[in-house]
């Protein structure tokens, strides 16, 4: 296919001129590499004067997705508020909507991914085309079926493969058909979804889409590797890889080297399964996929245990642990988010049906004037009732929104920050000290032989652990320092406008109040251990939590109630 020539005059081109060259970098867009069409949207940019809204909004929309596909997520919601606050028409707000649902999945956002999906989904009626409809439904059934709703997800995924075959467009065809295989695949249905992927490959190749085609190489790839079909899996996967690279996707690339490896040590090549899965390891712990990395920890565990190497496959199912805990607590976000949105929607179907009650109310009203002499009396106590009644229903809605919000951000046992409001509002404090120049310390903290009170006292004597430690970190570590339980056993501190020795000697004193646990009669010891990070030289939360949980094993491996510095840690070991 030949590319498109732009001219590079900075002059402002005419309507239907413009129009012609947007759509044939749209052509180009979803049929080329995103490099390529991106090439061209800078060309265009100066020659945007004078273009209408939903013009320049055409050029924003495939920015933002160039931007997420090389990987700056971020970025690409960023400008997709932008387009969202334009007076645009109903089509391109669907389009906007959809890809940031899809943004803020991907950074693990699912509150915010379900108020653009509920807002995409409110959106629908107001458009005709087949294709925008098909996309949003098959989105909708990827993040019910993450949320724990698969009976939902499979419906929205019927739903949206009828509307995409009404579009007769290959690629939004395709988009469906890949939304109701991998819901048929996560509902325990894979030779189910293998037999219907033939229907996928079969509209993905004709959609010149690479992206697509590539995704789909990968996940057909991922069914037979689900059903032990060995050399099939190992055809599409490396197929899936080529492809991705081709289009750029870099998400398909991780996928498909993920399900290369898996299927690597299934058949024996243990050496270049485990190099595949170690060398992605650190990219799928960035993208907080905890399943995956459940996955691969247990992969890579147990391949280390059939080679005897025992010390390396215990690290490995620790970090598996440490993977479980975080991959049910954004089970339960997610679960959470869904439900909100759930509940906002009813609140605002009850608010429509108050309104509807009110202008009932005022036609009584009325009736109640015409009618004063025979009925005043009744008809205002009447009114006053129904006044009562909407007024209840409105303050117990409220209630109802705020309960459901604080339960997402607080740990329900130990009355804690969870692990991501915690970070959350780590992220904010950290910008607020990088603004005033200020340094602060985050600190990871494990108790130490939790498993073994679980074991030995049982679970309810574990949970009175975590709840009298959370009391005590209350009171040691009150606002503006932040407390929050990040997993199982794990507590995260930060304290802000302290240095490390000011952090030592409070967390210290902490150590010095907690005091054994009596459980039914019996005397639980209880410590802690810590790794501690000073923001002096490094801002990022990311690496800061990198570097106060080195720090952690390093006071893990010490012994039991240790505290390790990371800075100390890496003048021992050369690693700043």
């Keep these: 296919m030949a590319l498109l020539l732009l001219a590079n005059a900075a002059t402002a081109l005419s309507g239907a001129e413009l129009d012609r060259r947007i759509d044939e970098i749209h052509q180009i867009h979803i049929s080329r590499p995103a490099p390529e069409s991106q090439r061209l949207i800078e060309e265009i940019r100066p020659q945007l004067k004078g273009a209408s809204i939903n013009q320049v909004t055409r050029i924003d929309l495939m920015q933002a997705r160039n931007t997420m596909l090389e990987g700056r997520v971020e970025a690409g919601l960023e400008l997709l508020n932008q387009i969202l606050g334009r007076p645009i028409d109903p089509q391109r707000r669907l389009r906007a909507l959809d ?16 108020g653009f999906l509920s807002l995409a989904l409110q959106t629908l009626p107001e458009v005709d085309e087949a294709a925008r409809k098909a996309d949003i439904l098959s989105l909708a059934a990827s993040m019910h079926s993450d949320a724990g709703e698969p009976a939902l997800a ?77 050399d099939e899996a190992l055809g599409w996967s490396e197929r899936a890889i080529e492809k991705n690279l081709e289009a750029g996707y870099e998400p398909g690339v991780l996928q498909a080297r993920l399900t290369l490896g898996k299927v690597l040590l299934e058949v024996g090549d243990v050496e270049k399964g485990l190099d595949l899965l170690r060398d992605n390891l650190e990219e799928v712990r960035s993208l907080e996929d905890w399943n995956e990395l459940m ?38 976000e997610q679960r959470l988010a869904y439900l909100q949105v759930e509940f906002e929607n009813q609140r605002r179907d009850q608010e429509l049906a108050l309104l509807r009650q009110q202008h009932e109310v005022l036609d009584l009203q009325q009736q109640a004037a015409n009618a004063r002499d025979a009925a005043r009396g009744m008809g205002g106590l009447m009114l006053a009732l129904i006044a009562v009644l909407l007024l209840g229903l409105l303050i117990r809605f409220r209630a109802d929104k705020k309960r459901y919000r604080k339960l997402s951000e607080i740990d329900g046992l130990t009355g804690l920050h969870n692990h991501s409001r915690f970070h959350h509002a780590v992220e904010k404090a950290l910008a607020e000290a990088r603004h005033h120049q200020r340094v602060s310390v985050l600190i990871a903290a494990d108790v130490d032989l939790f498993k073994q009170v679980n074991d030995r006292y049982g679970h309810q004597a574990g949970d009175q652990v975590l709840r009298h430690l959370g009391r005590i970190m209350l009171e040691q570590f009150p606002p503006p320092c932040i407390v929050g339980r990040i997993g199982g056993e794990e507590f995260g501190i930060f304290l802000p406008d302290h240095n490390r020795l000011q952090a030592r000697q409070k967390l210290r004193a902490f150590q010095n109040g907690i005091k054994a646990i009596v459980f039914k009669g019996q005397l639980i010891e209880v410590t802690l251990s810590y790794g501690l990070v000073e923001t002096r030289h490094d801002t990022r939360l990311e690496n800061l939590r990198r570097y106060a949980d080195q720090a952690l094993y390093r006071a893990k491996r010490i012994g039991r109630n240790e505290l390790v510095d990371a800075a100390d840690m890496a003048s021992i070991t050369g690693n700043a």
């Design 295 to 332: 996955e691969i920890h247990s992969r890579i565990a147990a391949a280390h245990e059939r080679s005897g190497q025992y010390e390396q496959a215990m690290a490995h199912l620790r970090l598996f642990q440490r993977a479980q805990m975080r991959f049910n607590d954004d089970k339960r």
């Design 99 to 114: 890809l940031a649902a899809n943004a803020s999945s991907i950074l693990q956002r699912p509150e915010q991914a379900f």
């Design 154 to 230: 499979l419906e929205y995924a019927a739903e949206g493969l009828a509307w995409a075959n009404r579009s007769v467009d290959h690629r939004t065809i395709c988009d469906s058909w890949y939304s109701l295989v991998e819901a048929q695949a996560r509902t325990g249905f894979a030779t189910i979804a293998l037999n219907s992927s033939r229907s996928l490959w079969q509209h993905c190749q004709k959609s010149d889409d690479p992206v697509l085609i590539g995704a789909a190489m990968g996940l057909i790839g991922r069914l037979h590797q689900l059903l032990g079909q060995h």
